[in-house]
């Protein structure tokens, strides 16, 4: 079964997944059932209604805008995100990316409308007419998510999850509650408790979290990914446990991250729990937990040789790495060119030593910012003067603003702004590009490693349109079939150790 766009709900094919309770399809559309006025994921375990008395919705907000209440049963806000807004680069996908990032609750309407481009008219008129609702309701339907993750998991008081959820006062979030979920967020702890007992820790700051995601997932991929781009003083790998530390819209959060059959365990010390819904959508971009692996892996299957297509078997559910800060994404990208993957740690650390900003902590430092880099990354960063130059012009366009990096890009409009920076030649523009937009359709066809992949299963990269919209993903099966397979050198090294990544 094809995914379901979110402009075309195909009613045949949406029953079908609900009859079949494929989780695939969960975050895809919810389940509206007429009868009992609630909505549902499409996995819910409940007796499949009669077709006469369902409907299909692109969103949960839009399900909320008809009056319907969300599942207590199935919870269909904590399904995997739908992976459309990722395979989309159009207005309403773009818009999707920065609401959960939090951009309403931080500046309203008009704030996501700059960002995007467009008026605020035009912005709700485009969103109702593809997401059932606008974008007041959509950041409604996400602040209720984010308050009944807290009510469910922590021992917050009520005032406190109201605001750490984004709500204006806590008669607005009683009133939305009761309506997502048909009762008060006193009884949806309750409920909780009586589920799984009364084990909910004391928060202090500290949240642990289960983020799920469809299976499968290739850990082994993303373990790596991860323990080779450890940069000392900044991150941490050790025991199969990610550590970290970002900044966030109001201070910073420390990150400890492990994946697990289903789901990844998210620890999160945050400085401030107003950005507990941007931290775990970007944990979410990170690790691409929105995806929809068989899908993917089915459609690159189907243009495969027959030893390609073992290679890709070997490897079911790889994920395209997303990032956790644009400006950072794009100024290690640029410390990393020419180099290998260990060098290019040793000169972020560097980096980080000097100019990071110091906190207290497991992880001692916060990467530095386009301005600190701007100002004094000449005096710490080593290697050639026009490389140096470049990674300084670069920061300063981004503490100026004459370059923005966020998930509302378009692709054509970030590659085009990156290939107009010193220093930045397609390799780069594409892999940031990939990275910070979720783009899943990015061949790195000039990528040393992913071109000798190619050579090693016979594939031509000049011939790729049958592998689109997923060529991204081809990517990563390539990368890892060439780090699985390395070249023999003189010296006895690999090949693809010595070859120029950033990955």
């Known amino acids: 079964m094809d995914s379901v766009s979110a402009n075309d709900l195909n009613f045949e094919r949406c029953y079908r997944a609900v009859a079949t309770r494929d989780s695939r399809f969960d975050g895809q559309f919810v389940t509206a059932v007429r009868t009992t006025g609630i909505y549902c994921r499409p996995s819910c375990p409940a007796i499949t209604p009669k077709p006469a008395n369902v409907t299909f919705l692109p969103t949960a907000a839009a399900a909320q805008q008809c009056g319907y209440r969300a599942c207590r049963r199935c919870l269909p806000d904590a399904a995997p995100g739908s992976p459309l807004w990722n395979t989309r680069a159009d207005l309403a ?4 990316r920065l609401i959960g990032d939090g951009v309403i609750e931080r500046g309203g309407v008009p704030a996501l409308a700059d960002a995007l481009g467009y008026s605020q008219r035009q912005l709700t008129r485009v969103l109702t007419s593809e997401l059932g609702a606008g974008p007041l309701a959509l950041a409604r339907a996400h602040r209720a998510h984010t308050a009944r993750l807290l009510i ?14 984004g709500f204006a006062s806590i008669r607005q979030f009683n009133d939305t509650v009761r309506e997502v979920f048909a009762v008060s967020p006193t009884t949806l702890r309750e409920e909780s408790r009586r589920r799984n007992g009364d084990t909910l820790p004391t928060t202090n700051g500290l949240l642990t979290l289960r983020l799920a995601y469809r299976e499968p997932l290739d850990k082994s991929w993303v373990e790596w990914f991860l323990a080779a781009h450890t940069t000392p003083g900044l991150e941490s790998w050790e025991d199969g446990v990610y550590t970290r530390s970002l900044r966030t819209p109001h201070g910073h959060t420390t990150i400890r991250l492990s994946v697990q059959p289903g789901h990844v365990r998210a620890s999160l010390t945050l400085h401030d729990m107003r950005d507990l819904a941007p931290t775990v959508a970007r944990l979410r971009h990170f690790l691409d937990l929105d995806a929809d692996p068989i899908g993917i892996d089915e459609a690159l299957a189907a243009g495969m040789t027959d030893g390609a297509l073992d290679a890709l078997t070997l490897s079911p559910g790889i994920r395209v790495p997303g990032c956790l800060d644009g400006p950072e994404l794009l100024l290690r990208t640029m410390i990393g060119q020419q180099i290998s993957v260990a ?4 000169h972020t650390a560097r980096l980080v030593q000097h100019l990071g900003e110091s906190i207290s902590g497991p992880i001692p430092h916060l990467f530095p910012t386009p301005a600190v880099i701007a100002e004094r990354g000449a005096e710490v960063l080593t290697g050639p003067a026009r490389r140096v130059e470049a990674i300084v012009s670069a920061a300063r366009a981004l503490a100026t603003g004459d370059l923005v990096l966020h998930s509302g890009r378009t692709p054509a409009d970030l590659r085009r702004d990156l290939l107009a920076l ?3 030649g397609p390799w780069t523009a594409d892999y940031v590009t990939m990275r910070l937009l979720a783009d899943p359709d990015i061949l790195l066809h000039t990528d040393l490693v992913v071109r000798r992949g190619a050579n ?3 594939i031509d990269l000049t011939d790729t349109a049958r592998w689109s919209p997923w060529r991204s993903y081809l990517s990563m099966h390539l990368w890892k079939h060439a780090l699985a397979n390395p070249a023999p050198t003189p010296d006895g090294a690999a090949g693809a150790r010595k070859a120029r990544t950033s990955l």
């Open 93 to 96: 996908s773009r818009a999707m």
């Open 152 to 165: 469910q998991t922590t021992r917050l008081p009520m005032s406190d999850i109201a605001f750490a959820a």
């Open 343 to 346: 060098a290019a740690n040793t």
């Open 422 to 424: 010193d220093g930045v």
């Open 456 to 458: 090693l299963l016979g």
